[in-house]
């Protein structure tokens, strides 16, 4: 995104999707404050909910860090409309899977 208008669309077709400055990454920013293998984004079915897919982005030990709604992430999970920043590339996590639940509280005595 920038200044809040969607350029470009990645969808994730995978279960692990490399984001970095290097060519054989999938998905490639051409910037100096990307590191070569800066971060990865994973797929991962739920546990309890059966077709249900978490999705994680964790930071591969780069210079300049990952961000998740400008907080600074080693390993996070990502809900709809989160907002992810590498270097000066914003993404927005857009997902079409709305379930329909009942909010759950758990009480721990």
Same mark, same amino acid.
């Given at each position: 995104?920038?200044?809040?208008?969607?350029?470009?669309?990645?969808?994730?077709?995978?279960?692990?999707?490399?984001?970095?400055?290097?060519?054989?990454?999938?998905?490639?920013?051409?910037?100096?404050?990307?590191?070569?293998?800066?971060?990865?984004?994973?797929?991962?079915?739920?546990?309890?909910?059966?077709?249900?897919?978490?999705?994680?982005?964790?930071?591969?030990?780069?210079?300049?860090?990952?961000?998740?709604?400008?907080?600074?992430?080693? $390993?996070?999970?990502?809900?709809?409309?989160?907002?992810? $920043?590498?270097?000066?590339?914003?993404?927005?996590?857009?997902?079409?899977?709305?379930?329909?639940?009942?909010?759950?509280?758990?009480?721990?005595?």
């Amino acid at each position: 995104m920038v200044d809040g208008v969607v350029v470009s669309n990645f969808p994730l077709d995978k279960t692990s999707i490399l984001i970095g400055r290097a060519p054989h990454c999938d998905i490639v920013i051409d910037e100096d404050a990307v590191s070569g293998e800066h971060a990865r984004i994973e797929l991962v079915p739920n546990d309890l909910m059966n077709g249900l897919i978490d999705v994680f982005i964790e930071d591969l030990g780069s210079t300049n860090g990952t961000f998740v709604n400008d907080d600074s992430i080693q $390993r996070q999970q990502l809900q709809n409309q989160d907002y992810v $920043r590498i270097a000066w590339t914003n993404f927005k996590l857009v997902t079409d899977f709305n379930p329909k639940l009942a909010k759950t509280s758990v009480i721990v005595e």
